[in-house]
């Protein structure tokens, strides 16, 4: 067996998508009279700040031999990468493995590229000590992701499905001609095996990008049948190849378990705290509160117990923006989202228990009135009835949010984050759809 991985073949502006140049290669794999047992469409680091768009890079398993299989991959990319653009670096990494058997050195570095920010020497030392077949163009750091491609399978133990389909070469750059009512349809039928096809709050069909590449839509979901199933039943201009992927797409695999005072930038993170500022909506509609270490965690390092986390739920996020406002200082939380300039990007959180009571001044128990300061550190009075109280008293009040799971909509989801309807989380949850 052969594992092909390859990455950083496409552009921004000019268009190109590597899932696009890895089914080519499957088609001159096929050609070659290979088999080729799986397309694997894997998400890195969604931090690092080079990508195109989402971080992905691509693996080919087949039986074909890895010489054969390097040499038309290495074809393949030389014609049809859009190395035009100064950021395009692709690079490509074939293994003569089964994808199971691969080492767990290059595992690991599957496991880190989607957590850490890694160079391109390292991808190259591991190619090195492997023994592995590659080539990169430019700066060739599409190493890295053709490294990490190869070494996913063994790394991640949960996987998701991506049926893709491809529009005709001259309508690349032009407005996808796709009839809505069959995307919500299809996508109606088979929710929730199926996710993120559309955005039923704001009429998106998040199924479709809006670049100038070579997919008309892709159906997500955790059934390959059902992203058959719904990726047939969509009608629109003519598609010309369509492919199944396997992914970690919506299986927040980027998420580490940290303390607050861990959290660094460029990683993404679920961490746990106690709201500790009234959220506030800043210029732009951005939305931001500070969390603060839990009770539960300040016993875990006392010397850590002052740590403050800012976080921000962004525009693009729109509805989730106002669970987040719903917050109170005091609730307790879990967020979840990637650290960037000490400010985490909220996708999801959780309410473990809210506040849900305030300190106001007390009424007098005989005639009702709200009472009066007697003074500083004097409590409160009445002084028609002449009753005292020591201090402010508890109140209980209604709280928008429940207990559980909270999310950014279809339309604001990472690739990689799981949605809440895919269930495994420990709590309720409250799915956007
Ligand atoms: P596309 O998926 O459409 O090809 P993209 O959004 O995946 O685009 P790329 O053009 O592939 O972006 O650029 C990402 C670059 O970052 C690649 O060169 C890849 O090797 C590199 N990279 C991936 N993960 C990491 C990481 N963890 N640390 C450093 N570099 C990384």
Request: aromatic share 6%; proline share 6%; glycine share 8%.
């Given at each position: 067996?052969?594992?092909?991985g390859?990455?950083?073949?496409?552009?921004?502006?000019?268009?190109m998508?590597?899932?696009?140049?890895?089914?080519?290669?499957?088609?001159?794999v096929r050609?070659?009279?290979?088999?080729?047992?799986?397309?694997?469409?894997?998400?890195?680091?969604?931090?690092?700040?080079?990508?195109?768009?989402g971080?992905?890079a691509?693996?080919?398993?087949t039986d074909l031999?890895?010489?054969?299989a390097?040499?038309?991959?290495r074809?393949?990319l030389?014609?049809?990468?859009?190395?035009?653009?100064?950021?395009?670096?692709?690079?490509?990494?074939?293994a003569?493995?089964?994808?199971?058997?691969?080492?767990?050195?290059?595992?690991e570095?599957?496991?880190l590229?989607?957590?850490n920010?890694?160079?391109r020497?390292?991808?190259?030392?591991?190619?090195?000590?492997a023994?592995?077949?590659s080539?990169?163009?430019?700066?060739a750091r599409?190493?890295?992701?053709?490294?990490?491609?190869?070494?996913?399978?063994?790394?991640?133990?949960e996987?998701?499905?991506?049926?893709?389909?491809?529009?005709e070469?001259?309508?690349w750059?032009?407005?996808?001609?796709?009839?809505?009512?069959?995307?919500?349809?299809?996508?109606?039928?088979?929710?929730?095996?199926?996710?993120?096809t559309?955005?039923?709050?704001?009429g998106?069909?998040?199924?479709?990008p809006?670049?100038?590449?070579?997919?008309?839509?892709?159906?997500?979901?955790?059934?390959?049948?059902?992203?058959?199933?719904?990726?047939?039943?969509i009608?629109?201009e003519?598609?010309?190849?369509?492919?199944?992927?396997v992914?970690?797409q919506?299986?927040?695999?980027?998420?580490?378990?940290a303390?607050?005072?861990?959290a660094?930038?460029?990683?993404?993170?679920?961490?746990?705290?106690i709201?500790?500022?009234?959220?506030?909506t800043?210029?732009?509609?951005?939305v931001?509160?500070?969390?603060?270490?839990?009770?539960d965690?300040?016993?875990?390092?006392?010397?850590?117990?002052?740590?403050?986390?800012?976080?921000?739920?962004?525009?693009?996020?729109?509805r989730f923006r106002?669970h987040?406002?719903?917050?109170?200082?005091?609730?307790?939380?879990t967020?979840?989202?990637?650290?960037?300039?000490?400010?985490?990007?909220?996708?999801?959180?959780?309410?473990r228990?809210?506040?849900?009571?305030?300190?106001?001044?007390?009424?007098?128990?005989?005639?009702?009135?709200?009472?009066?300061?007697?003074?500083?550190?004097?409590g409160?009075?009445?002084?028609?009835?002449?009753?005292?109280?020591?201090g402010?008293?508890?109140?209980?009040?209604?709280?928008?949010?429940?207990?559980?799971?909270y999310?950014v909509?279809?339309?604001?989801?990472?690739?990689?984050?799981?949605?809440?309807?895919?269930?495994g989380?420990?709590?309720?949850?409250?799915?956007?759809?």
């Open positions: 067996m052969t594992v092909i390859l990455d950083d073949t496409d552009s921004r502006e000019r268009g998508c590597t899932t696009y140049l890895a089914t080519r290669i499957a088609d001159r050609d070659a009279r290979g088999d080729v047992e799986r397309l694997l469409l894997v998400r890195l680091n969604p931090a690092v700040k080079h990508k195109t768009r971080n992905a691509l693996a080919i398993h031999d890895p010489v054969p390097f040499e038309l991959a074809e393949e030389e014609t049809t990468a859009e190395t035009g653009d100064p950021d395009t670096n692709p690079g490509l990494v074939v003569p493995h089964e994808p199971e058997d691969i080492p767990d050195e290059i595992s570095f599957a496991r590229a989607v957590q920010l890694l160079t020497e390292e991808a190259e030392r591991r190619i090195e000590s023994g592995y077949r080539a990169g163009w430019k700066n599409g190493k890295i992701g053709a490294l990490a491609a190869v070494g996913s399978w063994n790394a991640f133990s996987w998701t499905y991506e049926h893709i389909s491809y529009r070469s001259e309508r750059g032009t407005p996808r001609d796709v009839d809505f009512d069959s995307v919500f349809e299809a996508a109606d039928d088979h929710y929730p095996a199926i996710w993120d559309v955005d039923r709050g704001t998106e069909a998040v199924c479709m809006h670049t100038p590449c070579p997919i008309l839509y892709g159906i997500r979901g955790d059934d390959p049948d059902a992203v058959r199933r719904v990726a047939a039943k009608e629109g003519p598609v010309v190849r369509t492919a199944l992927f992914t970690n919506g299986t927040d695999a980027h998420l580490r378990d303390n607050l005072g861990e660094e930038d460029d990683r993404a993170y679920r961490v746990g705290g709201v500790a500022s009234e959220p506030e800043r210029r732009g509609g951005h931001f509160f500070t969390l603060s270490e839990g009770s965690t300040k016993s875990k390092s006392e010397s850590e117990s002052s740590d403050t986390l800012p976080c921000a739920a962004f525009e693009p996020t729109k106002d987040v406002r719903n917050l109170r200082p005091g609730d307790e939380i967020v979840c989202g990637e650290v960037s300039r000490g400010t985490l990007k909220l996708e999801k959180f959780a309410i228990s809210l506040n849900a009571t305030e300190l106001v001044t007390p009424n007098c128990p005989k005639c009702s009135q709200s009472m009066k300061s007697a003074g500083a550190g004097q409160y009075r009445c002084r028609e009835c002449k009753t005292r109280a020591d402010k008293r508890e109140r209980e009040i209604d709280r928008e949010l429940e207990s559980g799971w999310e909509p279809p339309e604001a989801r990472r690739h990689i984050a799981k949605p809440l309807v895919r269930g989380f420990d709590g309720r949850t409250h799915p956007e759809r």
